[in-house]
Nanobody
Framework: QVQLVESGGGLVQAGGSLRLSCAAS????????MGWFRRAPGMEREFVAA????????NYADSAKGRFTISRDNAKNTVYLQMNSLKPEDTAVYYC??????????????????WGQGTQVTVSS
């Protein structure tokens, strides 16, 4: 059974940092494009960042560029999202996603094979 388990969320003041982790089991992430999405209260789920299977290519939403960094450690079957300079508008539940189809366009559209349960990030002003 495939599981994606996010961790690292929490409460942080504006300007602070958090590092989210997504640990995969039952799935070899080496063969997957991985991504992070978020859903703020009352909002639709939105794409945040994605990374190719080898960790070389990345893709970011405009809101994440320059502040967030996605990375992966295939040996640990884990993907990370380093979030710096956090803003109150970053408050959301953050979800990890994995897609065996290795296309950014597909993953960015939210068409993932697997999703995690999410981790709450709250940024206070």
């Amino acid at each position: 059974q495939v599981q994606l388990v996010e961790s690292g969320g929490g409460l942080v003041q504006a300007g602070g940092s958090l590092r989210l982790s997504c640990a995969a089991s039952g799935l070899t992430v080496t063969n997957c494009y991985m991504g992070w999405f978020r859903r703020a209260p009352g909002m639709e789920r939105e794409f945040v960042a994605a990374i190719g299977s080898r960790g070389v290519n990345t893709n970011y939403a405009d809101s994440a560029k320059g502040r967030f960094t996605i990375s992966r450690d295939n040996a640990k079957n884990t993907v990370y999202l380093q979030m710096n300079s956090l803003k109150p508008e970053d408050t959301a539940v953050y979800y990890c996603a994995a897609n065996r189809q290795q296309l950014f366009s597909v993953l960015k559209a939210g068409r993932a094979d697997y999703w995690g349960q999410g981790t709450q990030v709250t940024v206070s002003s």
